[in-house]
């Protein structure tokens, strides 16, 4: 039997090294499907023509929105007959150095909403590395139009270059196709986003568009249909809306193989030498091929949903290989925890004063979470805390807001605790400017001033605010933070191994050698940090540090190398993703970016292996 596993798993590598060609020649193929499903099929496009919606010069109803008509274009770079249904709408915002134009377009079936951009731009750029800097269209999304300032479960934010190249700030992935062609005075991009809810005429969906142009690797200019504040990447209030119209009765969507073939390429993406049973999912996927599913214009819907569901099911049997299952591997935050629980924590806001470089001293202030139940007036129940650092420009308020304020984190935590994922815990957000104003310096108001502040209000693990007392808690006390934040965590490893058992440094690397030096000096870096340790005293069972960002984010070119050269020095820091095993691990999401709604799952990640 184990021969034979080891056998099949040779000839799993070289299937899937098959189907990923076979599959690289679909999206061609896919068009002939799916457009001859349109043409055999009556009631596929509607069977009367619609009633047209008057629209402004911008290509806005009555009411400023867009207007989406129902039809199903099929995603290949042309733009199919069916687009000519759609008026074009022309952004109203567009900043005085862009140097490009365009117009969207709508339509929408009974799965998706399609937009197409039609971008005139002689000057293409993909150089830069954020992508929002490189020539893109941005597409924000507000599903079931509620406006919330912050991103919610329906919500999406994501980003198409003029390669083709998706990045995701918000929202999944697999929810998206697209497909993007170079013409002669610019670019066409086609875009299909799976809706979670069914559409039907009159519904309203919150959208944004946005053309990012660029010129090398600068951002020159931004061009928005509605959007003039530049804002909505953190607001979906800001966005515009799409209505749609124009199903008519019995009509009918084209056939969609976007869904199977997001999941083929998911899944594909996988890596079978990772399972000890990875012909499972091989073999569902080969099904696909075997079936010719993709290419077979007689391929009905009815064979592709069973084999999509023949599919998810093989993924949910995977079981990891022991030395895969070393790694720390990112999960996303399930959408339901996104959503406001019935047990709700508080958070309360203190104010404190901090010596400042000039022998005085600022007024500053600090936010804390207190889990759901918290009471006060107990003070035998004792809470772990945790620390929590914002990155660079923000402040104390990033994470939680204020008191009465719920956002994307404390709604994470509130659910994870009532659910018992974790142990209810105290989460403080300070802040690094005023007082000393500097992510080297912040250890020292940290020590002096805010863990004698917190934790003497508070019931935690410290019996005083005496500097031995918060030393013997250490074990119930972590810190971690974003970018910046990030970088503080790394000089409060440095600084405060006494204090802190638990370090949480996201998408930052370490600056005790210089700005950037987790990438410049990872070696020296990384030696720097060993040495901390051993001049300490402390063993590495006597800490840890989970660190995490994402493949797509401007700090993994700074983390990745520190984290590499850290993973060599074998005596401090044993990367597994087994707390028992080792003290160390970097978890890096594959489409994450710079940016808290990625790294609020990291912390959702790694907060179950805090305080063991
Ligand atoms: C990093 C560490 C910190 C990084 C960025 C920062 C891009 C912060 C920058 C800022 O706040 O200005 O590794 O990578």
């Known amino acids: 039997m184990k021969k034979r596993t080891k056998l099949f798993m040779k000839t799993t590598v070289t299937m899937l090294a098959v189907v990923s060609m076979v599959f690289a020649s679909v999206p061609g193929s896919m068009a002939g499907v799916s457009a001859a499903a349109a043409k055999d099929k009556p009631g596929v496009k ?77 000057n293409l750029s993909v150089k830069a590395t954020a992508p929002y800097m490189q020539d893109s269209m941005e597409l924000f999304f507000d599903e079931n139009h509620d406006k919330t300032q912050d991103y919610g479960t329906d919500d999406m934010h994501i980003r198409v270059n003029y390669e083709n190249a998706l990045s995701v700030d918000n929202g999944n992935a697999e929810r998206i196709n697209t497909s993007a062609k170079k013409v002669q005075d610019g670019y066409v ?145 399930p959408d339901q925890y996104r959503t406001e629980s019935t047990k709700p924590g508080t958070i309360e806001s203190l104010t404190y004063k901090a010596p400042n470089l000039k022998n005085g001293t600022d007024d500053k202030k600090l936010n804390v979470y207190l889990p759901y139940g918290y009471d006060p007036s107990d003070a035998n129940k004792k809470y772990n805390i945790l620390y929590l650092m914002h990155g660079g420009g923000e402040n104390e308020n990033l994470i939680f807001g204020g008191p009465g304020q719920s956002k994307e984190l404390k709604k994470i935590l ?35 001033n805010v863990l004698p502040l917190v934790e003497t209000k508070y019931h935690t693990y410290a019996k005083s605010a005496s500097l ?100 060599q020095l074998t005596d401090t820091f044993i990367y597994s993703s087994d707390t028992k095993k080792g003290n160390f691990y970097f978890i890096v999401s594959d489409g994450g970016t710079h940016a808290w709604n990625w790294v609020n799952q990291y912390i959702y990640d790694i907060l179950p292996d805090l305080f063991k």
């Open 46 to 122: 509607p069977s009367s023509e619609p009633a047209k919606v008057s629209v402004d010069k911008n290509g806005l109803d009555s009411k400023g929105r867009m207007v989406a008509y129902f039809g199903s274009p099929v995603l290949d770079g042309n733009i199919d007959k069916v687009w000519s249904n759609a008026p074009a709408v022309s952004p109203k915002n567009v900043s005085s150095k862009a140097e490009a134009s365009a117009t969207f377009k709508a339509l929408w079936d009974d799965h998706a909403l399609y937009i197409l951009a039609v971008v005139k731009d002689k």
């Open 189 to 333: 991009l086609e875009t299909r986003i799976a809706l979670k809810t069914k559409p039907e005429n009159g519904k309203m969906l919150g959208i944004e568009l946005q053309i990012n142009d660029a010129k090398e690797t600068e951002r020159v200019g931004t061009l928005n249909v509605f959007d003039s504040t530049g804002g909505a990447w953190n607001d979906t209030g800001k966005f515009g809306e799409v209505v749609l119209t124009g199903k008519t009765k019995g009509a009918e969507s084209g056939l969609n193989p976007y869904d199977l073939m997001n999941l083929v390429k998911s899944t594909l993406k996988l890596d079978p030498t990772m399972y000890k049973n990875a012909s499972v999912v091989t073999d569902a996927v080969m099904n696909v091929f075997n079936e010719n599913l993709l290419n077979d214009k007689k391929a009905t819907q009815a064979q592709m949903d069973a084999q999509y569901a023949a599919i998810k099911e093989a993924v949910s049997k995977l079981e990891l290989t022991e030395e895969a299952a070393n790694e720390k591997y990112f999960k996303a935050v």
């Open 414 to 448: 509130d659910n994870m605790i009532a659910n018992g994922d974790i142990e209810p815990l105290i989460v403080v957000t300070p802040t690094v400017y005023g007082g000393k104003n500097d992510a080297a310096l912040f250890h020292e108001e940290l020590i002096n």
């Open 468 to 567: 031995d007392d918060l030393k013997a808690s250490r074990a119930h006390r972590a810190f971690g933070g974003f970018s910046m934040g990030s970088v503080t965590t790394w000089y409060t490893f440095i600084h405060c191994l006494d204090y802190f058992k638990y370090y949480m440094p996201l998408s930052g690397d370490s600056w005790v050698l210089g700005q950037g030096a987790g990438s410049t000096k990872a070696k020296e870096t990384a030696k720097y940090l060993s040495d901390v340790v051993k001049k300490s005293g402390y063993k590495p069972q006597d800490f840890y540090l989970f660190c995490a960002t994402g493949r797509l984010d401007i700090a993994y070119p700074n983390l990745k190398p520190q984290v590499d050269a850290m993973k």
